[in-house]
């Protein structure tokens, strides 16, 4: 093939091969998303307060409105509620609602709030928030509601899943009855706002330690609220979540 060309030409002719092949690297490289951090990890003298597994004993194809842990260490008041953007909710044949899934993870499943129980054995569902996001009633709220008069130095974990409807979620916090302010002070940019993967599970972690009047709060309120790819359209889309997680330091123990 080559018989007739110079050797000048053969290394010209490998010079472009290599960086051609060098270009066609950098550009695949490129348009690769960066990967997301890795949390920090959990305090080491944070314990497991709160867990919500979500399993086949909660109702399947039949709007929800709160949730309630099924481990509590403190026994304190806790659980979770949606706030739909539809108005009349739950009496919204199954728009714009939250619903059992049936879509497990391993994804920050921890065996210890289920009694050892390990995750091929959990019987685990999932949740689902269904679209429009937004509507006549405002836009979707998950809400975990609170009494940590005897925590600090929260820490809220959850496994999350996009399949279309949003590509972030974002977290505020109130610390009175009435949900007067919802605040974002005292918690760092990471911890404001995480983006979503579309299709697989990616475990997310909120430290509020440094959050304002949240430790030994009775009132605490976090909110999570999600970007919006199709508002007010129901195109099927949905978030997925599992394994809700809540890790703090009991204020008995700095008695």
């Known amino acids: 093939m080559f018989k007739n060309v110079s050797l000048g030409h053969l290394l010209l002719i490998v010079m472009l091969l290599i960086t051609a092949g060098c270009a066609e690297k950098l550009v695949n490289s490129s348009s690769q998303p960066e990967p997301e951090p890795e949390p920090e990890p959990i305090p080491a003298d944070a314990a497991l307060v709160l867990f919500w597994l979500i399993d086949g004993t909660i109702p399947n194809n039949i709007e929800l409105e709160q949730l309630l842990p099924t481990f509590n260490l403190l026994e304190t008041d806790a659980r979770i509620s949606f706030q739909s953007s539809q108005p009349g909710y739950p009496n919204v044949n199954r728009v714009g609602s939250m619903e059992r899934r049936n879509m497990p993870t391993e994804v920050n499943y921890l065996p210890e709030a289920n009694n050892n129980i390990p995750f091929a054995e959990a019987d685990m569902r999932g949740i689902q928030l269904r679209e429009p996001f937004v509507g006549e009633a405002g836009e979707h709220e998950l809400l975990f509601e609170i009494d940590a008069s ?86 099927g889309a ?18």
Do not use: C, K
């Open 150 to 235: 005897n925590m600090a130095d929260l820490v809220l974990s959850l496994a999350i899943m996009d399949e279309g409807a949003s590509d972030s979620i974002f977290v505020h916090y109130a610390t009175d009855e009435a949900r007067s302010n919802w605040s974002t002070e005292g918690l760092t940019t990471p911890n404001r706002s995480q983006s979503l993967t579309n299709g697989t599970y990616r475990r997310i972690v909120f430290y509020l330690d440094e959050a304002e009047n949240v430790s030994g709060n009775p009132h605490l309120t976090v909110r999570l609220t999600f970007s919006s790819i199709n508002r007010t359209e129901n195109t």
């Open 238 to 255: 949905r978030v997925n979540f599992n394994n809700f997680a809540v890790h703090a330091v009991p204020l008995s123990q700095n008695d």
